[in-house]
Structures are given as C-alpha cells and as structure tokens.
C-alpha cells in the first residue's frame, strides 16, 4: 500500500517562529488534505489541496503531486498552533480510504 | 459548516460488554467512516459505508460490525469489547466522488477495563 511520511517528526519553536512540515507519499494520489489534532484529539480541517497551493491567514500549502510531495507552512507561530499535524491522501483509482501520514508534533512555546 | 458529531468524548466500559459508537453528520453526506487512533500506529480505517445498509471492512474490521439504518448515522459496534479495544475512535463523513473534503467528529476516548 502507500506510504505516508511526514518530516519532522517533533518540532518545538518559540512563538513568532516560522516553519515548514513535509509529506512525501509513494503513489499517485487524488486527494491530499491537511488535518490539525487539537489537544482534545479532534482532527481540524486546514487545507483540500491535491495540487497547487493555497494561503489561509497564518497558514499556506502546496501540493507537487507530479513529485509526490506536499509541504505545510505556518508563519509567526502561536502557542495555540500545537497540536499534532496530519496529512492524510487518496490513492488515484485506490477506493475511498484516506490514508494518514505519520504526524508532526508542534509544541509552540513562548 | 459540516457538522459530524459524535455521541460521547469519553467512554469507559467493561470487558465483554456490547459498545455502541454513534455517530451524527449533517451535510447529506453518502460515505461515512471510522478510524481507530493508537499511539505508534497512527489512524487505521476500521469500517466504511458508501450509502444507507452498505459497508465495506477496512483495514482492521476484527472485533467490530456497523450499522447504517439512515443516511446520517453511522454507528461502531464492539460486540464484545476487550482491553486491546481502548483507543481513541474518530468519524468522518465525506460527499461522493473523487476530489471531495472529508471532515472528522471531536473522537471517542474509550477505555475498556
């Protein structure tokens, strides 16, 4: 099946930092969406972004699906930013499944 | 906004008990899922239904049925629930087609002691 890697793992910034969060998936997809776990486990939708790129407040995202990648940027971060991120894709003709990356951990601290 | 809302945050129930997940979505939605989430595992398709009385197993559909019996509810059986059951169970409701959103309910906490 696919696979969906998420880079870094855990990342700890100071508030007003910025950062960028990775996903690389193996197979061709249809489907890529943004997802941030709140503390209390709910999933927030960020961003439907199967390709190119979009721009919400603090938060921008692009998809290169031709490369099998997509890349999650939060500027000016705010400690309310931490969570644990998710991209989650469908695999082009696979079904209905959205399959779950591995996560970023964000701690965001003052 | 889509509204998927699920029945309880927090559950906690006894081994060899018969659990029931509900959960809720409002936007007319044909497919429903559930996930399970467990540290080091990450979030794993139990069961999936495309439309009223139709499912379809998923990753780990083992120890778990479903009901559909209206468009809008989707609901996760334990038939008998065991330990290794405890997990954080998590909804999502997503219109047909291809290139569609899927939202998510707050989760399910359950313990199984």
């Known amino acids: 099946g696919i696979q969906v890697e998420q880079s870094p793992p855990d990342l700890i910034l100071q508030e007003g930092a910025n950062s960028t969060l990775r996903c690389n998936f193996s197979d061709s997809v249809n489907n890529l969406q943004w997802f941030h776990q709140n503390p209390w486990g709910q999933l927030i939708n960020l961003f439907y972004?199967?390709?190119g790129t979009k721009q919400n407040g603090r938060l921008s995202a692009t998809t290169v699906a031709t490369e099998r990648y997509s890349l999650l940027y939060i500027s000016s971060s705010q400690t309310t930013d931490s969570g644990v991120y998710f991209c989650a894709v469908r695999v082009t003709g696979g079904g209905n499944k959205l399959t779950f990356g591995t996560g970023t951990q964000l701690k965001v601290e003052l | 906004d889509v509204k998927v809302t699920q029945s309880s945050r927090y559950l906690v129930k006894r081994t060899g008990e018969k659990v029931f997940l509900e959960c809720v979505q409002d936007m007319d939605h044909e497919n429903m899922f559930w996930y399970r989430q467990d540290p080091g595992l990450g979030l794993r398709l139990i069961y999936f239904s495309y439309d009223v009385k139709m499912k379809e197993k998923g990753d780990i559909p083992e120890g778990y049925s479903v009901s559909r019996e209206k468009k809008e509810r989707f609901s996760l059986i334990l038939e008998s629930a065991s330990t290794n059951q405890t997990s954080m169970y998590l909804c999502a409701s997503r219109e047909v087609g291809p290139n569609t959103e899927a939202f998510f309910g707050q989760g399910t906490r359950l313990t199984v002691v």
């Open positions: 972004i199967p390709s």
